[in-house]
């Protein structure tokens, strides 16, 4: 079993929701990174979405956009970033790590050498915005022989059919974007969110995560109670923004603000277990 698929089993298990944060690799200085997914970690994270900084990102918003800028001014690289999840991996074997980007880096290393070394430093799975599952062939099938997940978008606008089809390919979890547009923008609408889950549950049995939208622990806590996970970016990115200036605060600074949707997301675990 994928180490994506153990952690969701176990989270449910205690009938608990897992908190995924995202954060741009190398964002605003690469040696940043590993120290801080460690604190996300100790701040409540189960799975950390770790994104690939990509010139052109465009379903990000302006805060993700200029993660992405200061990254890429830091010359980091996939290559380095690849680096980055081996360092973690020696002090932390148990949380899944996905890479969240776009699918030219990929490209540009190649399929094939992405997959080998993506295994061999312990990436769990991988979310490519720009490549629907209908033209993953290739990469589909490189990445289920060297175990690593393939994570699949579903948007508010995602046909029935592009569901089913997106639930033969996903592996580990299907990500809900809970609004149109790019990250970062305005707040989710539960009501809408709840309904949707419900429909792409009847196409898989995998867990259904939900990102874009979430800002605080109420709006986390609000989709904890009908999403198997909760994602998020933007409100993260921008605390890291803020302290770009001073690095070394950064890691206890995002990772208090991640504490704090943990805090939100199981105080309504418990009412509801009462309830
Ligand atoms: O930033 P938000 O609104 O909190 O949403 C999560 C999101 O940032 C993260 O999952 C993500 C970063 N880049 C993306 C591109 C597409 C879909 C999702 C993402």
Redesign the pocket.
Known sequence: MSRISECFKNLQADGQTALIP?VTAGDPEPWVTVPLMHALVEAGADII?L?VPFSDPM??GPV?QKACERALKNDVTLDSILDMVKQFREKNSHTPVVL?GYSNPLEAMGYQKFAEKAQVVGVDGVLT?DMPPEESGEFKQLMDSHDIDTIF?VAPTTSAQRMKKIAEYAKGFIYY?SIKGV???AALEINEVTAKLEEIRRYTSLPVGV????RDGRSAAAVAQVADAV?????LVRCIEEHANRPQELPAAVASLLAEMRHAINARDLASVSA
Request: no cysteine; glycine share 22%; hydrophobic share 45%.
């Open positions: 995202y979405e994104g379903s990000d993700i969240m915005v978008l974007v990250t970062g923008a990102g874009f939208g979430i994602v998020v970016g933007s409100t």
